[in-house]
Every structure is written in C-alpha cells, then in structure tokens.
C-alpha cells in the first residue's frame, strides 16, 4: 500500500531541494531550477501569532513595524530557533511550488533533500525532519551543508580525492575537507554573514555614536565590505539615529573603516580555514595544494576574500560559478542519484 501511495503522491507533486538558511531560503525543483529564493524572515502579530507576510515581503517591513508586530527569524546559526515560524514558512514555500496556475488537482507531497550545518545536534535534526514533515514532505533527508555545497560546485565527492569547501552563508561558516563520499576534515563557526553585519553596526555605533538597523548594515556590508585593500576606495551615505540627541543624522562611511570592521570576523575564519588544513591528512593536502579551495555562500563575495585566503593559506582559491546556489544546486543533484543520496544522508524521516 505504501509504496502506491508514495507512487501517486510522487505523480503529483514535485522533489525539492531546500537550503534553509539563517538569511535566505532557496527552493530548487527537480529537473527545473531554483523556483525559490526568498529571506528567512516572517512578519507576524506579537499577540495573535497570526502571520502576516513571509519572505520578501516581510523583509521589507524590517525596522518598520508597529510595537504590536514583530519580526522573526525562524532560524538562527544555522539551525531552528522557532519551530512554529518554521514550519509556517515551509508549508507557505511548498504551497507556492505545488499551487500554480493551470494545476487543476495538486497534493503537495514532496521527496525532499535539505542542507543543515555540519555541527547541529540530533534534537536539532530531529527539529528540521519533524518541520518538514508537518509542511507536506512525504520523505525527508539530511545533508551536510559542505557536502550539498561541494556537489553544487561540481567538486568530485565521491572519488579519492581530497576536495575543500568553504560555506560562508548567512549563520555559519562551514569548512571541510571531503574524500570518498564523506568529510574528512571539517569545522562549522557561528561566524558569517550575520556576524559582519553585527560588526558593522557595532563599529559605527562607537566610532560615529550613531544607530543603524540591520538592513542598513548589510547594505553596508554589500557596497564597502572587503576582506583585502582595494584599488579604489569608495564611501557612501549612511543615515541613522544620533545617539546623543536621539535625531536623524547622517555620516559618510569609507570602505577602509567597513573592513576594519569586519576584520575580526574575517580573521577568525581565515584561521579555521588553516586549522583545518592543518589537520588534513598529508595526501589530501597535497591534492587541495594542487587543485586548490572552492569557497561558496553569500560571505564568500566579500570583496578580496578569496585573494586574502589563497595569501594566508599559499593555495589557490576559487569562487564558485554561483556561490549563492551551491547548496540547493547540491540538494537537487542528490535527488537525482539514489547511490549519491546513500553515500551522503546523515538523517532521514
């Protein structure tokens, strides 16, 4: 009975590859692309619970709320940090998928393949089963975010050959080394694209006394952000709250003080990336010094970021075709092989 049922759920409905990340959700069809990339933010009332917007449109309310409405990051670090937002923002993603015009009978059952972070615990993955699950997915598996990542970037996993990835997303930084169908070498930090965003906001909350929201961080991040000195330098306008006499006030931010900013953040990730190189076994060192790092993720575009790695680590560093895609590119590969998919799941429900 069960294996007709999965027949005709699978009829209809569509395989997905998700990577839930802290910033963005990506969504990827199997055999059509990435359908889905939206930020992981949920615009709800403080009291009712009741939702109001999810996706782009949430984050276009950031900072603009009323007191009796809240924002909400479902996922923090990489990981759930409120299951009920989670669940409400799958079920709105898969429902978007599954609901297009022109579908007259639709059962949203999906086989889905998602991208968590390397050093979650087993009531964390239990957490990301149990939300998908609820949201319609009729068989769920888990994947390594450096493993989904490595295979979006077309890196030979499964062969013996020492492969290096390094996920610089919203939350987390996932780095590792990858032979064989399995990670060798691995370290996840709690240090990435959010972390820069606080740094920036902290930076010129004490050097300029003045307060900017989050948006304003990030734009930042993404117009001056560098990892490496520039050829040019640019500035840019900033406006924000004047800690002082609590009115509007408006500075201008060069791209030399945004990357003192982030230096420490950046720093620290370089040094992990040494790490661990250094606790690599020799003969996969060797094949990483020739073929060299792939870095990927939203962090990873950093202005001089791969420059200031492939100078610290004496190896060559490659960006990824689309850094922003690996790991639901990865996710939907994985579908697409069930051989791929035994060798590379950690946890399924």
């Given at each position: ?145 450096p493993m989904a990542a490595a295979i979006g970037a077309d890196l030979p996993v499964t062969e013996p050959l020492g492969s290096m990835i390094v996920d610089i997303g919203g939350g987390t930084c996932e780095i590792a080394i990858i032979s064989l169908g399995g990670v060798v070498v ?157 060798k590379v799941k950690i946890a399924s429900g």
């Amino acid at each position: 009975m069960i294996p007709i049922l999965d027949h005709i759920f699978g009829k209809f409905s569509e395989d997905l590859g998700i990577d839930l990340g802290t910033a963005n959700t990506l969504v990827a069809v199997r055999g059509k692309g990435i359908v889905i990339r939206e930020p992981s933010i949920i615009i709800r009332h403080r009291k009712t619970k009741n939702v109001i917007a999810i996706g782009s449109e949430a984050k276009k309310m950031l900072g603009k709320t009323p007191f009796t409405i809240e924002a909400v990051r479902p996922l923090r670090d990489g990981v759930i940090a409120d299951f009920d937002t989670t669940l409400a923002m799958l079920s709105y993603f898969v429902r978007k998928i599954h609901a297009r015009p022109g579908r007259s009978f639709s059962i949203p059952r999906p086989k889905v393949v998602i991208g968590i972070p390397s050093n979650i615990s087993e009531v964390e993955r239990r957490a990301v089963l149990d939300a998908a699950r609820a949201s319609g997915a009729r068989m769920t598996f888990l994947v390594e975010e450096p493993m989904a990542a490595a295979i979006g970037a077309d890196l030979p996993v499964t062969e013996p050959l020492g492969s290096m990835i390094v996920d610089i997303g919203g939350g987390t930084c996932e780095i590792a080394i990858i032979s064989l169908g399995g990670v060798v070498v691995g370290k996840s930090l709690k240090i990435a694209g959010d972390a820069m965003d606080g740094d920036i906001a902290a930076y010129i909350r004490s050097r300029y006394s003045l307060a900017i929201g989050e948006r304003t961080a990030e734009q930042i991040k993404i117009a001056l952000g560098s990892a490496y000195p520039q050829k040019v330098e640019k500035e840019m306008v900033v406006r924000g709250r004047d800690l002082e006499k609590g009115l509007p006030r408006t500075i201008r931010v060069s791209s030399v003080a945004v990357r003192e900013a982030l230096a420490s953040s950046v720093s620290a990730i370089v040094n992990a990336i040494r790490d661990v190189i250094e606790d690599a076994p020799p003969e996969l060192s060797s094949d990483i010094a020739e073929r060299g790092i792939v870095m990927c993720g939203g962090g990873s575009m950093l202005s001089g970021f791969s420059k200031l790695v492939s100078k610290e680590t004496k190896m060559p560093v490659i960006l990824a075709a689309d850094p922003l895609s690996c790991v639901v590119i990865g996710a939907t590969r994985i579908l697409d092989s069930s051989d791929l998919l035994n060798k590379v799941k950690i946890a399924s429900g």
